[in-house]
């Protein structure tokens, strides 16, 4: 089937949307930082995605791809790392105001033991 890389791509970051705007409510996926972070990731996998398949270290099947090379990675493989960025960056702010709300956490950080001592 034809577009299956970006049918999977689009198909994470609708997920990625769904859980920062409906079930989660997050609302971080369009906030500077993120935008900042995938815009980062977009370029440095447009440059090792390009190296790695031009050696050919790996190779994309292209009767599963849109057949738009960047000059040798399909933009499909944009659209999915900013589906990746999307959904951690969710996930993550989820995780951390669940861990903020819980006694003598700091945001970020996992205590290892919360138990007091006897000395």
């Known amino acids: 089937m034809m577009a299956t890389f970006l049918l999977l791509a689009l198909a994470l970051i609708a997920l990625a949307m ?18 900042r972070t995938a815009g980062i990731l977009v370029v440095t996998t447009l440059v090792f995605d390009n190296v790695l ?5 790996y190779v994309f099947n ?3 791809t849109l057949g738009i090379y960047l000059p040798w990675a ?4 944009l659209f999915y790392i900013v589906g990746v ?3 951690v960056a969710v996930l993550d702010k989820y995780g951390s105001t669940r861990r903020a709300g819980r006694p003598g956490s700091v945001e970020g950080v996992r205590p290892i033991d919360t138990k007091p001592t006897l000395r």
Do not use: C, G, K, N
Request: glycine residues 0%.
């Open 53 to 57: 398949s031009a050696l050919p270290v």
């Open 18 to 35: 769904l859980l920062d705007y409906v079930v989660l409510r997050t609302r971080v996926i369009f906030t500077r930082h993120v935008l």
């Open 85 to 87: 960025t999307f959904l």
């Open 62 to 64: 292209r009767a599963q």
């Open 74 to 77: 399909p933009i499909e493989d």
